[in-house]
């Protein structure tokens, strides 16, 4: 019995093959994509770089951002390791379906907040505003 047969066998006795994945990208891929934006944003890093650290190009990681091309296993791998995050920090607020969970304005101005922390470069800046903020949220947690 050849393999072709044992297949169309294994079939029509009542087994069924697995429904076909689509080729193109869909949701889970552009939230993955996101996801690994707002780390790269977070680290300060720019997409010519993230693109290096991985080996593909810019034009590339912009798909991989986008959600528009589909991302190997072995190249997400690179990626977390790149970004200093588990696989699974990508998968993060994906719903069942698929739905991805939207960031609230808070999130976004952390992300932000914490963007433009990254890109300053003096290192007693970056104190000076660290004890800024502790000093304020000392002072809320104080008023309550």
Same mark, same amino acid.
């Given at each position: 019995m050849s393999i072709s047969s044992l297949v169309q066998t294994s079939v029509g006795a009542g087994l069924q093959e697995p429904p076909a994945l689509p080729m193109r990208a869909g949701a889970a891929d552009r939230h993955v994509g996101a996801r690994i934006r707002e780390r790269r944003l977070l680290l300060g890093m720019s997409q010519q770089q993230? +693109? *290096? +650290?991985?080996? &593909?190009?810019? !034009? !590339? @990681?912009?798909k991989y951002e986008r959600g528009l091309n589909r991302i190997s296993a072995g190249r997400l791998y690179g990626i977390a390791q790149t970004l200093g995050v588990p696989v699974s920090w990508f998968f993060e607020g994906l719903g069942a379906g698929g739905e991805t969970a939207q960031l609230s304005p808070r !999130? $976004? /101005?952390? /992300? *932000? &907040? @914490? $963007?433009?922390f990254a890109q300053i470069t003096n290192e007693r800046h970056q104190v000076a505003l660290s004890q800024m903020a502790r000093v304020l949220a000392e002072a809320k947690r104080e008023a309550e």
């Open positions: 993230l +693109a *290096e +650290a991985i080996g &593909v190009t810019y !034009q !590339q @990681a912009h !999130q $976004r /101005l952390c /992300l *932000e &907040v @914490a $963007r433009n």
